[in-house]
């Protein structure tokens, strides 16, 4: 199962990113956990300085955006 992680303090931005993370899920077909991580601390400990940040399976792989569900998809998929 893979794990995702929206970086963000639940403002409009990060829970946009979460809803395209979700479609992303059902777009690649895989199982997926997605988490919501608010702790400022543990975002910056990360390397995020810009919110919203997408961590797929511990990798930092968008910060500061809000990438498409269908990038997200492909993110899943290639790194699979």
Known sequence: M???EVLGSGCSNCR???ANAR???AIAGVEAEVL???DPREI???GVMSTPGLVI???VVSAG???S???IALWLTERG
């Open 57 to 59: 399976d511990g990798e």
């Open 36 to 38: 919501h991580v608010t």
């Open 65 to 67: 955006r809000i990438p």
């Open 44 to 46: 910056v400990g990360r």
């Open 69 to 71: 569900a269908g990038d």
């Open 2 to 4: 893979r794990t995702i």
């Open 23 to 25: 479609e992303a899920v």
């Open 16 to 18: 946009r990113l979460e």
